[in-house]
């Protein structure tokens, strides 16, 4: 059985920055990346950023670029979000997530019970 605890969210002020962990256990080797998805109340789940656990290869989507960095420890079976410069319309909750990362395509599976992220002007 699949199972991701995330932690690591808070409130923080515009600029300041916020490190989420996702430690996960239980999934299959078909499942070879992990990563991050955020979703505000009565909006979609929007792609925040993912790393494949084989060759840590990285995505991150255009809105985060350059602020957040995903990263892993193969050993502990966590991955890690490091969030800077946060903006205000970074708030949301995030979730972790599994997923297949082949031929350039992403497909998002398990998902933790999220935590959240609120960023204040």
């Known amino acids: 059985q699949v199972q991701l605890v995330e932690s690591g969210g808070g409130s923080v002020q515009a600029g300041g920055s916020l490190r989420l962990s996702c430690a996960a256990s239980?999934?299959?080797?078909?499942?070879?990346?992990m990563g991050w998805q955020r979703q505000e109340p009565g909006k979609g789940r929007e792609e925040v950023a993912a790393i494949r656990t084989s060759d840590g290869s990285t995505y991150y989507a255009d809105a985060v670029k350059g602020r957040f960095t995903i990263s892993q420890d193969s050993a502990k079976n966590t991955v890690y979000l490091q969030m800077n410069s946060l903006k205000p319309e970074d708030t949301a909750m995030y979730y972790c997530?599994?997923?297949?990362?082949?031929?350039?395509?992403?497909?998002?599976?398990?998902w933790g019970q999220g935590t959240q992220v609120t960023v204040s002007s």
């Open positions: 239980g999934y299959t080797a078909s499942e070879n990346c």
């Open positions: 997530r599994t997923c297949a990362w082949y031929i350039g395509a992403i497909n998002y599976n398990y």
